[in-house]
C-alpha cells in the first residue's frame, strides 16, 4: 500500500503552483544585471509597493538578503544586536564575520521576543575600548522561537531604541507575510521605521528560488552592488522571477489558512500523552512541540519513526521538533498528521 506523505519539515519544501510554471513558461526575459529584465523589474516594484518602500531588488536566498543587509548597514570590527535565536546568527554560516567582518552579540529572552530593555543594555556605548554596535537585527515571525510574532507596539518600541543610538535596523521578515496575516496588518506596517527588510518568496509564497530586498532607493542601490559582489548578479532571471509574481498575487492572501492550520496541528497534538506543547504559543505557521522527560524516545528517533508512516518532521536538539504547515497541507493532512503521531508515540510509550 501506498504511503501518501504529508511533508511538515519546513515550508521551503512546496513546489511551483500550475499558475507559476505557466508564468515561468512565458516570462519575458533581459539581463537583470543590465537592469534590463522586465520581469525581475516588475517584481522589484511591486515588493517595493507591497512594502511601503522607494526600491527593492531580487536576490537568490533570504541569507544572501540578510547578508546584504547587513554589509551596508555595518563595518569590520563592530558589533550586530540580535535576539540569541535569530537566523542570521544560527543559520547563515558565520556569514557576518566572514563576509562583513562583524561581530554577533546575542540577547537570550525566553520567548523570542526582544525587550526595549534588553536591546538598551546589548547597545554597547562609544567607547575606545569596546567594540562598538553598528546594527540592530530583529526576526518576524521568529523560526526558533516557534514563529512567534512580534507585535506592532513592540517592533516600534525596538525601532526607538535603535533610533536613540543612531542605529540602522534591518528586519529578517522571511516569513513576515505569516506574521501580518496572523496579527490582522499589513507586512508594511509591521516593517515600518526599519531601514531595510529582507521577505522569502520561496518559504509560505511557494515560489521555487528567491527574496526579496526593500528599502530606500540609496540603500538599494548599495545593495545591488553587493549582490554582485557575492556572486548574486542573475542574468535572464525572468523566469524565476515570474513565478514570484504568481506567489504575491495567488499565495499571499491564503497565508491564513497556513496559520490556521498549523493551530489546529498544535491543538491536536498538545493532547496526545508524552507531548509537551502549549497551543497559544502557536501564532503563524509554524509548530514546535517537546518531548515529556520521561519519554524513552529522542526527537530524531521519533521523527524517523513518523517518517516511516509517511509523517515528515524536523528534529530539532534531543527533545524538540518543528513541524511547519503551507499550501501543500489540508486539513486532512493535518489530522492524519496528529493521527499518526499519536499512534506512534502511544505505542512507543506502552511497550
Not at 165 to 184: E, F, K, Q
Amino acid at each position: 500500500m501506498r504511503i501518501v506523505t504529508v511533508d511538515l519539515r519546513s515550508d521551503t519544501v512546496t513546489h511551483p503552483t500550475p499558475g507559476m510554471r505557466d508564468a515561468m513558461a512565458n516570462a519575458e526575459v533581459g539581463d537583470d544585471v543590465y537592469g534590463e529584465d522586465p520581469t525581475v523589474n516588475r517584481l522589484e516594484e511591486r515588493a517595493a509597493e507591497l512594502m511601503g518602500r522607494e526600491a527593492a531588488v531580487y536576490v537568490p536566498s533570504g541569507t544572501m538578503g540578510n547578508q546584504i543587509a547587513i554589509h551596508i548597514h555595518t563595518h569590520p570590527g563592530s558589533e550586530v544586536v540580535a535576539e540569541v535565536g535569530a537566523h542570521v546568527f544560527n543559520f547563515e554560516m558565520g556569514a557576518m564575520a566572514a563576509i562583513s567582518g562583524a561581530l554577533p552579540r546575542p540577547v537570550e529572552t525566553a520567548d523570542g521576543i526582544l525587550d526595549p530593555e534588553q536591546v538598551e543594555a546589548a547597545i554597547q556605548p562609544p567607547a575606545g575600548y569596546r567594540t562598538p554596535t553598528s546594527l540592530l537585527v530583529l526576526e518576524n515571525s521568529h523560526n526558533l522561537a516557534g514563529g512567534r510574532v512580534t507585535p506592532l507596539a513592540r517592533m516600534a518600541q525596538l525601532v526607538a531604541v535603535a533610533r536613540r543610538h543612531n542605529l540602522p535596523v534591518h528586519l529578517d521578515g522571511a516569513r513576515i507575510h505569516n506574521a501580518a496575516a496572523a496579527l490582522g496588518v499589513t507586512a508594511a506596517e509591521l516593517g515600518a521605521g526599519c531601514d531595510t527588510v529582507m521577505f522569502c518568496l520561496s518559504k509560505g509564497l511557494g515560489a521555487p528560488v528567491g527574496s526579496m530586498l526593500v528599502g530606500d532607493a540609496g540603500a538599494i542601490t548599495e545593495a545591488r552592488r553587493v549582490r554582485k559582489m557575492l556572486g548574486g548578479g542573475m542574468r535572464q532571471a525572468g523566469i524565476i522571477a515570474a513565478a514570484g509574481l504568481v506567489a504575491l498575487d495567488e499565495v499571499l492572501p491564503m497565508l491564513g489558512d497556513d496559520n490556521r492550520r498549523a493551530n489546529d496541528l498544535a491543538v491536536g497534538l498538545a493532547e496526545i500523552p508524552g507531548i509537551v506543547l502549549d497551543p497559544e504559543t502557536v501564532e503563524t505557521n509554524i509548530v514546535f512541540f517537546s518531548l515529556a522527560d520521561a519519554a524513552p524516545i529522542d526527537a530524531a528517533e521519533l521523527t524517523t519513526r513518523l517518517a516511516e508512516k509517511g509523517v515528515l518532521c524536523h528534529p530539532l536538539g534531543r527533545d524538540s521538533i518543528r513541524m511547519v504547515t503551507h499550501y501543500h497541507i489540508s486539513d486532512e493532512d493535518i489530522g492524519r498528521a496528529v493521527e499518526v503521531t499519536a499512534e506512534t508515540l502511544g505505542s512507543i510509550l506502552s511497550s
